[in-house]
């Protein structure tokens, strides 16, 4: 049987017992793991009045609005982004999405403050609406 001489034992000692503490324990309970962040969700989001004007003459367009929707969803600011070149329906889908509410958008599981970009499209009419008819009397007799 070889010997091993005193100072090279003790060395081995020690190492031993340096691995034991850093590595060989039990390991403790994992870290919680936080929730990951999500977006927004939109829940009551009604579609905006088509201006009967513009609907009986066949104009369409798309609004871009940028919502501040605050911690509980609602929209706190609602910006026009880009134009449809038609007051009305920018204005109709201003008014509407001041309306919507969202579940608000989370991090670390807390409900937080958000910025998001929604296109409005008004699409025209493929068929005259009916109500035209009687726009159009209105309009003729106003004149």
Known sequence: MARIARPALAG???SAAFL??????E?????PTLPRPTDPLAIDTPPPDY???LACAGV????VLVLSLDAKGVPADVRIESSSRQDALDQSAVAAVRRWRFKPATNRGEPVPTRIRVPVKFTRPVMRPDRCFAFDEEQRRAR
Do not use: K, S, Y
């Open 12 to 14: 081995l000692i020690l």
């Open 20 to 25: 034991t503490a850093c590595g060989d324990r």
């Open 51 to 53: 201006p009967l004007a």
């Open 60 to 63: 369409g367009g798309e609004v």
């Open 27 to 31: 390991p403790g309970p994992p870290a």
